[in-house]
């Protein structure tokens, strides 16, 4: 928490010092998906040194539940870390912030199945039109990540980053096209959903057999008060999806995981941000066209 606290107090006097500038941290656009038959918003922050340096090409973070808050946080904590007054700890990069649709409820997209969420037979919540998760990674590789790679400077380099239900579905797009993106940081994930989906998945389709390339970050909470068994079978199986993909063959899939025994599932992101941010963009000699 220390270092937490130096970066923002970084953000805070660097803001201030410059009080009478406006601060335009990103642009917003629009998409009109023919995969996901609506309209969507996306956020674009561009690091400081992208004007200046015009052969220079950067790694994209994907962040899902992109709303302002989310940006926000995550934009001042890349630029903070990505700076020479923080020893440029990680790499500059660009962010697209991809909120939630606004025409459906959030696990509408998240999720890979069409089922009521429950657990050991008993109903937690009751859905309805979810299970748009193999549309809505469609959306990624053939409109979204397209459309960033013609109008901006991208490297080869992406991370997906996904928290609870954002969490399951990085997850899955992982397991189901694991080269869409290079990076994922899953955040204590929705591991429960319909029965163990994704260890589940990962036996049926016999994937310890089959090669997987990328870099994945797992981060976990504890939830054993808040939620109690609930929380200690999600900590379980996610454990267990973690370690299968440790023991996997592939010589190019690295894991790493980490667990906040201090942290419950509402406040480790801002942790697994910046550990996982820390991991996955680790700083690399700069890339030129």
Known sequence: ????????????????????????????????????????????????????????????????????????????????????????????????????????????????????????????????????????????????IPLINKNYRTSTKRVLIGESFGGLFASYVFLTNHTLFTDYLIIDATYIWDNNYLNRYFKSNQLENKEMAGNVYFTFANNATAFGEIGKTNYKWGLAFAEKLSNHRSKNLKVTQRYFESETHGTVAGLSWYYGLRKLLEHAAVIER
């Open 1 to 144: 928490m220390k270092v937490l606290s130096i970066i923002f107090l970084y953000l805070f006097f660097t803001v201030n010092v410059n009080a009478s500038e406006s601060i335009i941290l990103a642009k917003t656009y629009q998409l009109k998906s023919s995969i996901l038959n609506e309209q969507r918003n996306y956020s674009v922050y561009l690091p400081l040194s992208y004007s200046k340096n015009p052969n220079q090409v950067y790694p994209v973070i994907y962040l899902l539940d992109g709303d302002p808050t989310h940006l926000k946080a995550v934009a001042g904590l890349v630029e903070a870390l990505s700076t020479e007054r923080l020893e440029q700890q990680i790499q500059e990069a660009i962010i697209v912030a991809i909120p939630n649709s606004k025409n459906a409820i959030r696990e509408r997209d998240f999720t890979p199945t069409n089922v009521d969420w429950t657990f050991n037979g008993k109903l937690l919540e009751k859905f309805e039109n979810i299970g748009n998760a193999a549309n809505y990674s469609a959306f990624f590789e053939k409109e979204l």
